[in-house]
C-alpha cells in the first residue's frame, strides 16, 4: 500500500494546479520563514474507529510545525464532509490544517500572513 500511495503522490506532483505551483515557488527551499514544506506529501495516520493505518496526501507538509496547508479548489465544494472528516482525523493525531481557499492566493501576501500568524501561534 506505502509504494501505491507514493507513486499517487508522484503524480500529483507531476500534474500540479497553477494554485499549487504558486504557492509551492513562496514555500519551496525553505523560502518561507526558514521552514521546510515538502508538497504532495502522504500523511500515515492511524484511524481509531477502524483500528488500521491509513494515509492522506497533504498539498503541502511542515513537519517542523506540524502543519499541513489544503488548497481547496472548485472539488472541495462537492466533499465537504470529507474534507471535514479529513481534518478531524488529522487533527486528532496532532497535526494543525489550515484551509485556503484558491481565490485567496489572488493576493498571495494576504495566504502567506495567514500562514505566518498560524505558524507563530
Known amino acids: 500500500m506505502e509504494g501505491n500511495i507514493i507513486s499517487k503522490a508522484r503524480g500529483l506532483r507531476k500534474r500540479s494546479t497553477s494554485s499549487e505551483r504558486l504557492l509551492w515557488e513562496k514555500l519551496r527551499n525553505k523560502k518561507f520563514m526558514g521552514l521546510k514544506f515538502k508538497r504532495q506529501h ?37 466533499q465537504k464532509e470529507y474534507d471535514e472528516s479529513r481534518d478531524e482525523i488529522l487533527e486528532a493525531n496532532g497535526l494543525r490544517v489550515l484551509q485556503i481557499k484558491n481565490q485567496e492566493l489572488e493576493d498571495i501576501n494576504i495566504v502567506l500572513n495567514k500562514m505566518k500568524s498560524v505558524c507563530q501561534s
Open 42 to 78: 502522504p500523511i500515515k495516520f492511524e484511524y481509531e474507529k477502524i483500528g488500521r493505518f491509513n494515509f492522506f496526501i497533504a498539498d503541502f507538509y511542515c513537519h517542523q510545525m506540524n502543519l499541513i496547508i489544503e488548497l481547496d479548489g472548485p472539488i472541495h465544494e462537492h
